[in-house]
């Protein structure tokens, strides 16, 4: 299993400005995701963080909005920018160690935008 | 592509009754089937896997999953419901590909009524 240390829990953010979110795992992980779960919804996924090289965005989801970090394997960050009402969202990171294995996730950061 | 389909977004049953949560899912390769709960606030945390061998999987607080091919399903059951349960949950299957996450089910929300 994995310990995930998702940080901020939760805040509140003025429209037009950036939050940035970080995921820490205490093992090494080859894959880490990030999701966002609208109120009431299911998960969507936003993108792949890839170690070393630019993340890999889920239609929709476009790389100036939500820029990801991944600088190893066991850290990952990703920021939602210029931010909207609309951004109101549970966003979640979620690492699996290999394909066909299951996945561990965060405790997830309630963002809400004023 | 694989895909997860879940029978019901809300399920209401009483105190002490059966809980009974569908899903059914596509995939052109043997599976590996998960239900996850999540509790309000919090991140998805896993309730019981299939991978291969016995059918029946039996997983925390008493919930137990049952495969069948035949029918592509996995549903998850309790013999009995408590409060506590009350809460979301989402069925999964593993990916075809490496490198991309498990598929999620849309999720069902539980209500438990005392």
């Known amino acids: 299993s994995a310990v995930i240390s998702q940080k901020p829990s939760r805040d509140i953010c003025q429209r037009g400005t950036s939050l940035t979110i970080q995921c820490q795992v205490d093992s090494q992980v080859t894959m880490m995701f990030w999701y966002r779960q609208q109120p009431g919804q299911s998960l969507t996924l936003i993108a792949t963080a890839n170690q070393g090289s630019e993340a890999t965005y889920e239609s929709g989801f476009v790389i100036d909005k939500f820029p990801i970090s991944r600088p190893n394997l066991t850290f990952s960050t990703l920021t939602v920018s210029n931010m909207s009402p609309e951004d109101s969202s549970i966003y979640l990171c979620?690492?699996?160690?290999?394909?066909?294995?299951?996945?561990?996730f965060g405790q997830g950061t309630r963002l809400t935008v004023v | 592509a694989q895909s997860v389909t879940q029978l019901g977004s809300h399920v209401s049953v009483s105190e002490g009754a059966l809980v009974l949560l569908r899903c059914n899912y596509s995939?052109?390769?043997?599976?590996?089937l998960f239900w996850y709960v999540q509790y309000p606030n919090q991140g998805l945390q896993l309730l019981l896997k299939y991978t291969t061998g016995a059918t029946l999987v039996k997983g925390i607080n008493g919930f137990e999953a049952e495969f069948k091919k035949s029918e592509t399903s996995f549903h998850l059951t309790k013999p009995s419901a408590h409060m506590s349960d009350a809460a979301e949950y989402f069925c999964?299957?593993?990916?075809?590909?490496?490198?991309?996450?498990?598929?999620f089910g849309k999720g069902t929300r539980l209500s438990v009524i005392a």
């Open positions: 999964a299957v593993s990916p075809n590909s490496g490198n991309t996450p498990l598929v």
């Open positions: 979620s690492v699996e160690w290999r394909m066909n294995t299951e996945a561990f």
């Open positions: 995939s052109s390769v043997p599976p590996y």
